[in-house]
């Protein structure tokens, strides 16, 4: 049986569209392990197209990432549940939100 004593919980955004944003949630102690483990992944489909996962979305764009939450779960149930949690958490605070794209051009007028 999986330990899941301390589960942390990624946020991985993309910085120039806050609506582009995926929660992974990981044993490992270090979020910079993971994500570096998801870039491996993600390297590995784009040479063989294979098993596509809705975070290389966000990994091949500009993005950032940071633990949002840790804590101790019973089972993966709990864990897919708190998740959910989160995404409806950060999705409510982006109502009302108007997202602008960035433009890399610069007007003097």
Known sequence: MKDYTKVRFIKI???????????????????????????GQYQKYLETDEL???VYKVLEKDYSFCCVFKGSFDDLDQ????????YEFYNEKLKGHIHKPQSNIISFD
């Open 52 to 54: 596509y996962r809705p």
């Open 79 to 86: 864990i897919k549940h708190k998740r959910n949690e989160l």
């Open 13 to 39: 955004s993309d910085n120039n569209d806050p609506f582009n944003f995926y929660i992974d949630a990981t044993t490992m102690f270090d979020p910079r392990l993971r994500i570096s483990a998801l870039k």
